[in-house]
């Protein structure tokens, strides 16, 4: 299974699958898709509408991941159910939390 990350220079982007209007937020291991690419699914309580679900992924991950909201930011995928996701630090760091997520 390929990771849902990959690496940047001065941090990671992560590839999300978002489902909105859950009955609670969380982090729900990785997932393959058909083309064999592979996604980290969470669930948010927020809905779909003005960034809400977006907003709340977005400090999901900060908080799952022990780095400030503001180094998180959806770059990919605004509106659609797959998002990249940027996150800002140190990549070692960020790898060895994501892979805790789901490891």
């Known amino acids: 299974m390929s990771t849902p990350f990959r690496l ?6 992560l590839f999300v699958r978002l489902t909105p209007k859950a009955a609670l937020d969380r982090l729900e ?3 393959s898709s058909a083309d064999g690419r592979s996604h980290l699914k969470a669930r948010v ?16 991950l900060a ?3 022990g780095v400030p909201a503001s180094a998180v930011s ?4 605004g509106t659609a159910r797959l998002k990249t996701v940027r996150i800002s630090g ?9 892979e805790a997520l789901y490891g």
Do not use: M, T
């Open 8 to 13: 940047r220079e001065n941090g990671i982007d």
């Open 29 to 31: 291991g990785v997932e």
């Open 45 to 60: 309580r927020a809905v779909p509408e003005n960034g809400a679900a977006n907003q709340a992924l977005e400090r999901l």
């Open 63 to 65: 908080k799952a991941l």
């Open 74 to 77: 959806i770059v990919a995928g």
């Open 90 to 98: 140190d990549p070692a760091i960020l790898v060895k939390s994501i």
